[in-house]
């Protein structure tokens, strides 16, 4: 029998009419200028925050859902400055953060709502590892349509908006145009938080075999940045193929996913036959531009074939 490498959705996305015209009503412009405020706030307030504080928590951290599950007090004093400044910016929006999100409660609805994840990898952070990065995104309609994501480590940010492009550092990402196909891919996977096996673990390392394997997939190589925005955003500037992982959340790829649209590539389910997802499927591969989009389609369609 096939396991599916699945999570409840938690997060159900109503579609109401009256909403899904005011997705009409952001236009590319109005985007762009939210876009604009989002590489402010992450440039001049929080990268420095990011910046000064990482590998200054050791032991003072806590587990959530388990002892690799990670959270510090910067994480949430973070997402609440970003939370005042966006309410305050756009009353009208509703905000979703990593650290406020309600399980069964927080639903994400058709309203222009900001995705949040004041630290994304959390556990490089704690530990020093330059691989944490602050990702803002925005969805209207449940759509991403704005994406800022800022590692002030490596002095990297990725921003984009729906109908305005993809940047890295202010400049247009162009993927260089060229073949696409599995077996000569480099792919994020990642350890990611779940580890009992007998569940999901199990596929996800069983899945890993199958693509590495000179018997299976026999793919170049995998890599692994400990930050689903970071492994999005090095999909969408092409120096990642593609990044599947199962378990992450809407505010790890809200962002990120705006911004590989925006230069040419897709996020597609992490099983198999899931081509139209919503964005807290929490299980999903995203694959790079620069190429036809019939490749695109073959190589998600070669991929899924190694999911255990
Ligand atoms: C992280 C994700 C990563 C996943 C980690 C963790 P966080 O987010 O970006 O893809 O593998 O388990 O969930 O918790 O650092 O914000």
Not at 108 to 125: E, M, Q, R
Not at 160 to 168: E, T, V
Not at 239 to 266: F, Q, T
């Amino acid at each position: 029998t096939t396991s599916t490498l699945y999570y409840p959705i938690k997060l159900l996305i109503k579609h109401t009419p009256i909403v899904e015209t005011m997705s009409e009503a952001l236009s590319s412009q109005e985007l762009k200028e939210i876009e604009n405020n989002l590489v402010r706030l992450a440039k001049d307030e929080i990268g420095p925050v990011l910046k000064s504080k990482s590998g200054t928590q050791f032991g003072q951290f806590d587990d959530k859902a388990n002892q690799v599950d990670l959270v510090t007090v910067i994480d949430k004093k973070v997402e609440s400055i970003i939370n005042k400044r966006l309410t305050s910016l756009y009353p009208d929006f509703e905000f979703i953060g990593e650290e406020t999100f309600k399980p069964g409660l927080t639903s994400i609805t058709n309203s222009p709502t900001f995705i949040v994840d004041p630290i994304d990898g959390t556990t490089n952070f704690i530990h020093g590892y330059p691989y944490s990065c602050v990702s803002m995104g925005l969805a209207v309609g449940g759509e991403p349509v704005v994406g800022v994501v800022y590692n002030p480590h490596l002095n990297m940010m990725f921003h984009a908006s729906k109908g305005n492009g993809s940047f890295f550092n202010d400049e247009l990402i162009h993927v260089t145009k060229r073949s696409l196909t599995l077996q000569q891919s480099v792919i994020a996977l990642e350890s990611g938080a779940e580890r009992s096996p007998g569940s999901n673990f199990d596929i996800k390392m069983e899945t890993y075999k199958n693509l590495l394997s000179d018997k299976g997939g026999y793919i170049h190589g995998s890599r692994s940045a400990g930050s689903a925005a970071m492994n999005m955003c090095y999909v969408a500037n092409g120096m990642l193929d593609a990044y599947w992982e199962g378990g992450c959340w809407a505010w790890d790829v809200c962002a990120g996913w705006c911004i590989l649209k925006e230069s040419g590539g897709i996020v597609v389910g992490g099983n198999k036959d899931e081509w139209d997802i919503p964005v807290d499927r929490r299980c999903y591969l995203a694959v790079r531009g620069g190429c036809e989009k019939s490749e695109q389609q073959y190589f998600v369609k070669s991929f899924w074939s190694h999911v255990a």
